[in-house]
Structures are given as structure tokens and as C-alpha cells.
């Protein structure tokens, strides 16, 4: 029988290598794997790529979200061909509910006090505002259980959020409709877990926690690998 097409969607501050120690899991697996470039400019408008993505894919697919990619793969997972969803240690945000609106309900993590703002231009449209994260503090906030050369390369080659896309509410949620898995990566320090575990459980999510940074595609990519293949199994 052949194997679903998984998608890996990357997160804020990240790009699509975070996902580079499980690409090769799956491959071997058998599975074919989509890892697109997120534009991070606007929650609706990363989804509506991510779901452009998703469209041109014959047959199902899994669709996997880190961090802010799980608020992406709550809007793009409605395509007709995605058959589960798996967060990893990411938002699951309800219908006509924002990233900020979500974090609201719990205590700050160690990251709002090291995000870092810079404007960028839109053409015909005042100036942007991109988020990241400073770069000293990224390795011990993001990637604390990642080896420490790599995390200060993660550290120097962050791709920004755009800062609309923290008020921006989703306006579909597509775990009503998709069975869903969710990964809590119980040491982030990026995403309080218990954003995570609130977003699960709401969902009614097949969930586990994993002893993890917020990076546990990279820490943990075994866990992460036997969670989508859980799902590609099930869904």
C-alpha cells in the first residue's frame, strides 16, 4: 500500500532544515515528503500557500506543524487531501481565535522578553515588522538540548515573523474535521506547554509529551518520526 505524502511545516524563527534529522527517518520509511519554504509574512497568507502546496499533491497526505506552523496547518489542513494533522509542540488555534489571543491565557515564556523587532518594506504600504529572536539568547530559549554548533547556525539564520501574524484569528479550524495527534515538548521555553497541552486537549487530540526544547524535531527526531508514522497509520 503506498505511503501518504507527509508535509512538514516549519515554524517561526525557523526554516524547513529544522525538519533535516527527520526528512531522511521518513524517506526511509518509505514515505514521500513535501518541506515547503514559509513565506511567516500573515497567518491566512501562509496557509493559503501552504494549502497551494497541499493541492498540487496526488493522493493523502499528513500535514505536520511546528510552533507557528501548527496555526498554519489548523487553516491549510482543510484541503480535501489531508488525511491527519500532527502538531509538534505547536498552537492549535480555534476558529476566529488569534496566536496572541491563545498565548494570552497563560504565563510568558522566556521568549517575549528576547524577541527582537525590525521594520521591512511593503511595497505601496507602510513598513512591516519583523520578529525575531536575539541572537545570543536563541540557543538556550529555542534549541537548549540541541548540539550547540548547530544551534548558534539556527541562532544566525533565523527566518522572521511578520508581526501581523500574531493577531491574526484563524478563520477555520481543521481539527474539527481532520484526527489530529499533538507533541508537548514539556522543557520549551519558547511556547509555555501548557499553550500546548490547552490546544491538545481542546481538540481532542491523541497527545504525548516528549522531554524536549521547543526544537524537538531536531532534539527528539525519533519521537517526532513514530508520531507521524502513528498518524499516517491511523488517519
Known amino acids: 500500500m503506498s505511503r501518504p505524502t507527509v508535509v512538514l511545516v516549519h515554524g517561526a524563527f525557523a526554516d524547513a532544515s529544522s525538519y533535516a534529522s527527520v526528512v531522511p527517518e521518513l524517506l526511509a520509511d518509505g514515505f514521500p515528503v513535501v518541506a515547503p519554504a514559509v513565506p511567516n509574512r500573515s497567518l491566512t497568507g501562509d496557509a493559503a500557500y501552504v494549502a497551494s502546496v497541499v493541492r498540487r499533491i496526488p493522493g493523502p497526505v499528513i500535514l505536520v506543524g511546528h510552533s507557528y506552523g501548527g496555526a498554519v496547518i489548523t487553516v491549510a489542513g482543510t484541503e480535501e487531501n489531508v488525511r491527519g494533522l500532527v502538531y509538534l509542540a505547536g498552537y492549535a488555534l480555534e476558529e476566529g481565535e488569534s496566536l496572541g489571543e491563545l ?22 504600504q507602510e513598513d512591516g515588522t519583523d520578529v525575531s529572536v536575539d541572537v545570543e539568547r536563541f540557543p538556550e530559549i529555542f534549541a537548549a538540548d540541541v548540539d550547540p554548533v548547530l544551534a548558534r547556525v539556527l541562532a544566525v539564520t533565523q527566518r522572521p515573523l511578520a508581526a501581523r501574524a500574531f493577531g491574526e484569528a484563524a478563520p477555520v479550524a481543521a481539527w474539527r474535521s481532520k484526527p489530529s495527534w499533538g507533541l508537548v515538548a514539556s522543557s520549551d521555553r519558547t511556547i509555555n ?22 526544537l524537538v524535531m531536531l532534539a527528539h527526531p525519533k519521537s517526532v518520526v513514530a508520531l507521524i508514522r502513528e498518524a499516517a497509520d491511523r488517519a
Open 103 to 124: 498565548q494570552g491565557r497563560f504565563s510568558d515564556s522566556d521568549l517575549a522578553d528576547a524577541l527582537v523587532y525590525a521594520p521591512f518594506p511593503v511595497e505601496g
Open 193 to 214: 506547554p501548557e499553550v500546548e497541552r490547552f490546544g491538545y486537549q481542546r481538540a481532542g487530540m491523541t497527545t504525548v509529551e516528549v522531554d524536549s526544547s521547543h
